[in-house]
């Protein structure tokens, strides 16, 4: 059940302005990214509004994301790519679901279920060029590729792609990008040779998408930069925030100096000072490691965290200034206001922004802010 006394909301405006951003950046299809519903934004929707602004494909991590969409009334194309050999596939191939394949096992896993149904699996066939994760190794690839040959004459799977995952989220010229297109490229080459004609191949991340044009080939996969944060954090894109955490204050008082605060008495008040509550903590997504260094703003000002997050509120040091409860405190947001964005709270717990949007958990409520023309078309 979502507390009264928080809300993410969801700026859908600024997922259709990075979508048209990525899609401006590329003559390749774009691949909105929306596993882990939506990075935590909400899956269907980030996906309606990414659909609607420039993308014409949608790729989760599984075949549940993926109904998930479907059940909210999605009809693009979308690409699941993790998966179990045994896993039944059957209702996913139904909702005409793409699937990725890392091993033969996966690709006869998947061609049985289309065997039963009567029906023919779209599979992407992934190649490890590097992550050393999912995918299939150099040496595994000939044979995945040879019997996805024989199982696409044999009609139970058609290869709609060739793909892979880039080592490097952040930088562009890292060496190991083009050792591992060289790769990728071998690999595509591999599979054609063995009678495969894939109408898509596709690599590129978010840092790639905007800044390296030779990784696009016909499909480019944003992912954290639909969400607004900058991928590459020496250049900036023009990417904006889509989410800001918000709460209200419950309870302020005051303390004198020397105050131990929180668990364990970390943080100790150096004079008398205002102390505030906020009702949120690391069940709702909030790093604990982020103790002594996190800020939040209140009021336009930035005030830090003193002492521990506990598991269901924070305080904040406000000093001699003044507040009430009900006061709204800004958590996080696009920082045009000066509040602090995701990307400070990931570097003060040593973290990454995915983890801390994902975080952000049930207990907090989402609202949307709409684009204006889906919000008037709506209406009609």
């Given at each position: ?374 919000e008037e078309a709506s209406r009609a």
């Open positions: 059940m979502a507390t009264p006394h928080a809300r993410a909301v969801v700026d859908l405006e600024a997922i259709a302005h990075n979508t048209a951003l990525f899609a401006g950046r590329t003559t390749a299809q774009v691949m909105a990214v929306v596993k882990a519903d939506g990075f935590g934004h909400g899956a269907v929707r980030v996906a309606t509004t990414a659909l609607a602004s420039g993308a014409t494909w949608l790729g989760v991590t599984t075949t549940a994301e993926a109904l998930h969409l479907r059940a909210g009334g999605v009809s693009a194309p979308i690409l699941s790519w993790m998966h179990s050999p045994d896993e039944d596939f059957g209702e996913a191939l139904l909702a005409e679901i793409d699937l990725s394949v890392s091993s033969s096992d996966h690709l006869r896993a998947v061609a049985a279920s289309a065997a039963r149904l009567g029906t023919t699996a779209a599979v992407h066939l992934k190649a490890d060029t590097g992550l050393h994760r999912n995918g299939a190794r150099p040496e595994e690839w000939r044979e995945l590729v040879e019997l996805a040959a024989a199982l696409e004459t044999a009609g139970y799977v058609r290869v709609r792609g060739v793909w892979s995952h880039l080592v490097n989220g952040t930088d562009p010229a890292a060496g190991t990008l083009r050792a591992q297109i060289r790769l990728f490229d071998e690999s595509v080459a591999v599979a054609r040779g063995a009678g495969l004609r894939p109408e898509v191949r596709h690599v590129a991340n978010s840092v790639a998408t905007l800044a390296a044009p030779d990784t696009h080939y016909e499909i480019v996969r944003p992912g954290i930069g639909l969400y607004g944060v900058e991928p590459d954090p020496l250049r900036v894109f023009g990417l904006r925030g889509a989410m800001t955490l918000r709460a209200r204050l419950i309870l302020v008082k005051r303390v004198p100096a020397g105050s131990g605060v929180s668990y364990e008495h970390d943080y100790v008040t150096k004079r008398d000072s205002t102390l505030a509550l906020v009702p949120l903590g690391y069940a709702d997504g909030l790093p604990w490691a982020a103790a002594g260094r996190a800020e939040v703003s209140i009021a336009g000002r930035r005030y830090p965290v003193a002492g521990r997050i506990a598991m269901d509120q924070f305080v904040v040091d406000l000093g001699d200034d003044t507040a009430r409860a009900g006061d709204e405190v800004v958590v996080f947001g696009p920082g045009t206001e000066g509040e602090p964005t995701v990307a400070e709270w990931a570097g003060w717990a040593g973290t990454v922004p995915h983890e801390i949007l994902t975080g952000v958990g049930p207990r907090v409520a989402r609202h949307y802010a709409e684009v204006p023309a889906v």
